[in-house]
């Protein structure tokens, strides 16, 4: 099993661009997640969603937008990058279905950098 | 707003020593808390807590709640080398938020 598998790795984009982060996992898990990174602030919640067919904002979803394509894969859009979202991105998942967080496995990340 | 303090900022140690890592919040409606590692990259799972003065253990490290005072500990005797890394903590709330403190920065020296 590959666990969580994201893409791009790196990624660097000029002010305004729009791209969208692939998440994918395989380990049948009912819930995902998306979480920044920042130096010094630990990971905050962007999105996540509980069940395929439902997302929900986090603490930060202000400039994202999510899909949950299906139940493998939970994709983050920026529409228009800004600086302030450098950061890195984590994609995670988790057994718990709706309203219960448990074990997340994390994927490596997506380093992205908006200049 | 709902803060999650974890103490110390950073903690520099030898191969052996014991170490005890906090973690406190001010969260209303609190249902558990997590503990990560997180190394190079991605943070990987240690612990969850539910309940107050349950222990949890693997291993070398061990973790305990106290939901009256609003804390967690987590506890790694003997460290080795191999321990250092970011330990993160975060409460998760009713309302299905939750929310990961800035870390504790462990460093072990031989």
């Known amino acids: 099993n590959a666990g969580v598998t994201q893409t791009p790795k790196f990624q660097v984009l000029k002010t305004g661009q729009s791209m969208t982060l692939q998440c994918a996992q395989d380990m049948n898990h009912n819930s995902m997640y998306w979480y920044r990174q920042d130096p010094g602030m630990g990971l905050r919640l962007i999105y996540y969603?509980?069940?395929?067919?439902?997302?929900d904002k986090g603490e930060v979803p202000n400039g994202y937008n999510v899909s949950r394509l299906n139940k493998r894969e939970f994709s983050l859009r920026l529409e228009s990058a800004a600086p302030s979202q450098t950061s890195v991105y984590f994609c995670a998942s988790s057994i718990a279905s709706s309203g219960l967080y448990n074990e997340q496995f994390f994927g490596p990340g997506t380093r992205l950098t908006v200049l | 707003e709902d803060k999650v303090v974890q103490s110390p900022l950073s903690l520099v140690v030898h191969e052996g020593d014991t170490v005890t890592l906090n973690c406190s919040y001010e969260?209303?409606?609190?249902?558990?808390l997590l503990w990560y590692k997180q190394e190079k990259k991605a943070p990987t799972f240690l612990f969850m807590l539910?309940?107050?003065?349950i222990e949890k253990k693997s291993g070398r490290l061990s973790s305990i709640l106290d939901k009256k005072e609003l804390f967690s500990i987590l506890n790694i005797t003997a460290t080795q080398t191999g321990d250092s890394a970011v330990y993160l903590c975060?409460?998760?709330?009713?309302?299905?938020?939750?929310?990961f403190g800035a870390g504790t920065r462990l460093t072990v020296k031989p």
């Open positions: 975060a409460p998760v709330y009713n309302n299905n938020d939750m929310r």
């Open positions: 539910t309940s107050s003065g």
């Open positions: 969260v209303t409606n609190f249902r558990s």
């Open positions: 969603s509980a069940s395929e067919g439902t997302t």
